[in-house]
């Protein structure tokens, strides 16, 4: 039986940009998902493993370590914890900067 193999990965340059989005909630509760929507223009042009691409995230003026990732639909996606967008709620528009780190 032969072996299975890794995907392979390709290393690319550094790159990113900035955008303003709304927020938007994935589910209710407690335990609610906030998400912006990538637009296309800064879209990974190749991802890891389940879609996803790692980035530094600066929205409104706060920086992480985090992953954007890319659905079946096509659209690519950020999430914002908590601790991130404070009080900001579903609607919210916010300034989002990100930096794609070389697969």
């Known amino acids: 039986m032969p072996a ?3 995907p392979t990965v390709t290393a690319t ?3 990113g940009g900035s955008f303003t989005a709304a927020l938007f909630r994935w589910s209710e509760g407690k335990g609610a998902w906030f998400f912006v929507r990538v637009p296309e223009r800064l879209a990974p042009s190749r991802t890891q493993g389940w879609g996803r691409a790692s980035v530094t ?3 409104d003026g706060k920086t992480w370590a ?3 990732w890319r659905e079946k639909s096509g659209r690519t996606l950020l ?4 601790h991130i967008r404070g009080t900001k709620d579903d609607g919210d528009r916010v300034r989002v900067t990100l930096r794609y ?3």
Do not use: D, G, I, N
Not at 79 to 82: E, F, Q
């Open 13 to 15: 340059p550094e790159y």
């Open 4 to 6: 299975r193999s890794s």
């Open 66 to 68: 985090t992953s954007v």
């Open 79 to 82: 999430a914002v914890p908590k």
């Open 57 to 59: 995230a600066t929205v």
């Open 101 to 103: 780190a070389a697969l």
